[in-house]
């Protein structure tokens, strides 16, 4: 009877049901380079949010770029894009449930691959060519009368967590040979980015209309492109950044 009690005693111990870790969404998303972070405070300004987010994921690789928007539906969250997928999953890891400004952050991977990592990997296609393909994988499912899918092909849950917005797309995306550069420093001036850009071949000249704003010309779009993929993110002070994208030719 004893040894029966014991043999009972040690199978119900030998499982700790608290501390069986169930996969969060972070966990069975595809790794990208883009994380999505979400439980943001949207009163926070967006230039103080860029700057913030930079300093606390900049430590676990480069990020390219952080989209922040504050239209309707989009407050309080942020897209971050980084170099490559170990540095976003690293960030993933250390910063999910991070306290920030009073706020426990949620990170996860993004959906859908950013735009200007597509382009690098050469798998970009326009957004209209994709709402015709999810409206035909659509069509084709209620057709099908097959069960409900995701974007990504995964059986999509009833009740669990909606899905995030994808990372908006840039008001600006086609490639130019002038590229634009914006939330500029007081102090920074043409001289100083002049020094900065020439190093690139087919440089010509720098135009700042405003305090803010510069336009960088150069003889040919993939000079332009070369420049922007360098040094759009480069830091200008210890709290500013290059933001560069193609301007209007």
């Given amino acids: 009877i004893i ?7 040690t199978y119900t111990s030998a499982f700790d049901f608290s501390s069986v870790r169930l996969p969060t969404m972070s966990m069975i998303s595809q790794p990208n380079n883009t994380l999505y972070v979400s439980n943001i405070d949207w009163k926070i300004k967006k ?38 997928i170990q540095a976003a999953t690293a960030a993933l890891q250390t910063e999910n449930g991070f306290t920030f400004f009073g706020k426990d952050l949620k990170l996860a991977y993004a959906n859908e691959k950013s ?9 970009y296609v326009p957004k209209a060519k994709r709402r015709k393909r999810q409206q035909e994988d659509t069509a084709a499912q209620a057709g099908g009368g097959g069960a409900e899918t995701a974007m990504d092909g995964t059986p ?4 669990g967590p909606p899905a995030q917005p994808p990372p908006p797309e840039k008001p600006v995306e086609q490639p130019s040979h002038i590229l634009f550069a914006s939330d500029l420093p007081s ?10 850009f020439r190093q690139y071949s087919g440089f010509k000249e720098v135009r700042i209309p405003r305090n803010g704003l510069a ?27 290059l933001k560069l994208n193609y301007g209007k030719a």
Avoid at 55 to 84: C, N, P, Y
Avoid at 115 to 123: E, L, S, Y
Avoid at 215 to 227: K, N, R, V
Wanted: include cysteine; proline fraction near 2%.
């Fill in 3 to 9: 040894r029966s009690v014991l043999q009972s005693f």
């Fill in 47 to 84: 230039p103080l949010l860029r700057r913030a987010l930079y300093s606390l994921m900049t430590r676990h690789g480069k990020v390219l770029e952080i989209i922040t928007l504050r239209r309707d539906g989009l407050r309080g969250q942020a897209w971050v894009i980084f170099e490559d």
């Fill in 115 to 123: 735009d200007r990592i597509a382009k690098r990997d050469g798998t």
């Fill in 215 to 241: 336009f960088i010309e150069f003889d040919s779009e993939p000079h332009a492109t070369l420049a922007l993929e360098r040094l759009n993110g480069f830091k200008l002070t210890t709290t500013d950044e």
């Fill in 187 to 196: 102090e920074c001036n043409e001289m100083m980015l002049a020094m900065l």
């Fill in 156 to 159: 999509a849950e009833s009740g």
